[in-house]
């Protein structure tokens, strides 16, 4: 089975501090995604990464960066963690490109206080 | 990426079929339709995915008619664990990277 894990399932920071939430893939995926979830508006794409220190954004890259040093791993970095920031961030992973069969982990839910 | 509407929710009863309808009228020539369950406090699971026509699998069932403008996701006999928010997807099954999750359709199954 695919696995996808994200470092923290909670986590509380304050405004203005610098934030990573990390993402590890274990099948060998080209292919990584960070996304947020807010309440009626869906899963948002933040960036994604189709090989090793490649990135492109994503529909909401604004206030985030993102980091893929190697293959199974994809941080998203929050440089100066806002109140707006407050979300569920998950990351995905997948074989192919395109809408297809993309595998997520559990979630973040961060709050920024 | 083509645009998707879909129900915001629906109730349902246990044991009964479900159907989902979703929307995609600017859907392209090379675009497929996939259809993502979300549980509470999870990521999305991948359902189902089709082209044309009809696709089952052991979860469930996609009918696409001929102008593939709609798609319509059927879960047979639901149960009170079907409870979850489904999403449609439409978009190339390659190429692009882009995925564009929708605000999904909440179904809620009551005993």
């Known amino acids: 089975d695919v696995k996808v894990t994200q470092s923290s399932r909670y986590l509380v920071k304050r405004t203005g501090e610098k934030v990573f939430l990390e993402c590890v893939q274990d099948?060998?995926?080209?292919?990584m995604f960070w996304y947020r979830q807010d309440p009626g508006l869906g899963l948002r794409l933040i960036y994604f990464?189709?090989?090793?220190?490649?990135?492109e954004k994503g529909d909401i890259p604004e206030g985030y960066s993102v980091s893929r040093e190697k293959k199974e791993r994809f941080s998203l970095i929050l440089e100066s963690a806002s109140t707006n920031q407050t979300s569920m961030y998950l990351c995905?992973?997948?074989?192919?490109?395109?809408?297809?069969?993309?595998?997520f982990g559990p979630g973040t839910r961060l709050t920024v206080t | 990426l083509a645009k998707t509407t879909q129900p915001i929710s629906m109730d349902s009863y246990e044991g009964q079929e479900v159907n989902i309808t979703c929307s995609h009228n600017?859907?392209?020539?090379?675009?497929?339709i996939t259809w993502y369950q979300q549980f509470p406090s999870q990521g999305p699971r991948f359902i189902i995915q089709?082209?044309?026509t009809k696709v089952t699998n052991e979860v469930a069932s996609l009918f696409i008619p001929a102008d593939r403008k709609s798609s319509t996701l059927s879960l047979p006999r639901v149960s009170l664990s079907d409870t979850a928010v489904y999403y449609c997807?439409?978009?190339?099954?390659?190429?692009?990277?882009?995925?564009?999750f929708g605000a999904g359709t909440r179904l809620f199954v009551k005993a």
């Open positions: 099948m060998d995926h080209e292919n």
């Open positions: 600017n859907i392209a020539t090379n675009d497929y």
């Open positions: 995905a992973s997948s074989l192919l490109a395109g809408v297809r069969e993309q595998y």
């Open positions: 089709g082209y044309k």
């Open positions: 990464s189709y090989d090793v220190k490649m990135k």
């Open positions: 997807l439409v978009g190339e099954s390659t190429g692009g990277f882009k995925t564009i």
